[in-house]
């Protein structure tokens, strides 16, 4: 599934209270860094990705609605 929103604000910009916004209107589970620090997994797909292997975006954002903050900010585009 695609993602409804993409936030493409840098972090520590209220990319936090953002996250919050957005799930509690119904955008959610959205994705932010902490959520990539809490998950051994996501932790390595994002490190490859800096690396220049890109994940498959559908799989990087399974079951997430929405993303803001680090590492969605570097990769908006793609």
Same mark, same amino acid.
């Given at each position: 599934?695609?993602?409804?929103?993409?936030?493409?604000?840098?972090?520590?910009?209220?990319?936090?209270?953002?996250?919050?916004?957005?799930?509690?209107? *119904?955008? &959610?589970?959205?994705?932010?860094?902490?959520?990539?620090? +809490?998950?051994?997994?996501?932790?390595?797909? /994002?490190?490859? #990705? *800096?690396? &220049?292997?890109?994940?498959?975006?559908?799989?990087?954002? +399974?079951?997430?609605?929405?993303?803001?903050? /680090?590492?969605? #900010?570097?990769?908006?585009?793609?």
């Amino acid at each position: 599934m695609a993602l409804y929103v993409i936030g493409a604000g840098m972090g520590r910009t209220g990319t936090y209270s953002l996250k919050l916004a957005l799930e509690h209107l *119904g955008f &959610g589970p959205c994705h932010h860094m902490a959520d990539v620090h +809490a998950n051994p997994e996501q932790k390595a797909l /994002w490190r490859a #990705a *800096g690396q &220049g292997q890109l994940p498959t975006w559908d799989a990087a954002y +399974a079951g997430y609605l929405s993303a803001v903050d /680090w590492p969605t #900010a570097h990769f908006w585009r793609e």
